[in-house]
T-cell receptor, first 114, second 111 residues
């Protein structure tokens, strides 16, 4: 089955710096890749997603890139702010595509220092 | 709209006891999912449902059962709880091949 690896497990940056989190997946037939943010004690919430027919997607300070050949995708956060501090999860949606199920990475704890 | 709700929020069980976690959604979503979250292991899919009356196994189904008798509800059962099932349980729903909306979670401790 699908396996998603996420790195690094922890990331500490200064406010204003950029942060990059990387994920690899094993099933080349996976075709949907969301990123979720989970603040301490809260539920995960979608922040951005990308489908396999797109190489890059941006939404203000966050962007996701997808390399299907290498089977990896990355989350980029620019001009980080203290409120970006949270745990970030990547995920992949393996076939069959009509289930909508997601396989998640292990998570990255991002700390933004003021 | 309440979105996705979970009952209870917290529960402590003794080894061997049984319990049922209830997930309810008011977004008319076809798809529903149960995950467990453990430190350093992300969210792992336990069981899921693609519609009323259907269920399927996820990554870690052993020790759990589910039922989807009504479209808006998805129940997760533990027949004989074990300490290894101590975790935070999240329910989620979606309209299919897109965003999953998560409930607030249930923190379960098995002694």
């Amino acid at each position: 089955g699908e396996n998603v690896e996420q790195h690094p497990s922890t990331l500490s940056v200064q406010e204003g710096d950029s942060a990059v989190i990387k994920c690899t997946y094993s099933d080349s037939a996976s075709n949907y890749f969301p990123w979720y943010k989970q603040e301490l004690g809260k539920r995960p919430q979608l922040i951005i997603d990308i489908r396999s027919n797109v190489g890059e997607k941006k939404d203000q300070r966050i962007a996701v890139t997808l390399n299907k050949t290498a089977k990896h995708f990355s989350l980029h956060i620019t001009e980080t702010q203290p409120e970006d501090s949270a745990v970030y999860f990547c995920a992949a949606s393996p076939p069959p595509g009509n289930t909508g199920k997601l396989i998640f990475g292990q998570g990255t704890t991002l700390q933004v220092k003021p | 709209n309440a979105g996705v709700t979970q009952t209870p929020k917290f529960r402590v069980l003794k080894t061997g006891q049984s319990m049922t976690l209830l997930c309810a959604q008011d977004m008319n979503h076809e798809y529903m999912y149960w995950y467990r979250q453990d430190p350093g292991m992300g969210l792992r899919l336990i069981h899921y449902s693609v519609g009323e009356g259907t269920t399927a196994k996820g990554e870690v189904p052993d020790g759990y059962n589910v039922s989807r008798l009504k479209k808006q509800n998805f129940l997760l059962g533990l027949e004989s709880a074990a300490p290894s099932q101590t975790s935070v349980y999240f329910c989620a729903s979606s309209s299919g091949f897109n965003e999953q909306f998560f409930g607030p979670g249930t923190r379960l401790t098995v002694l």
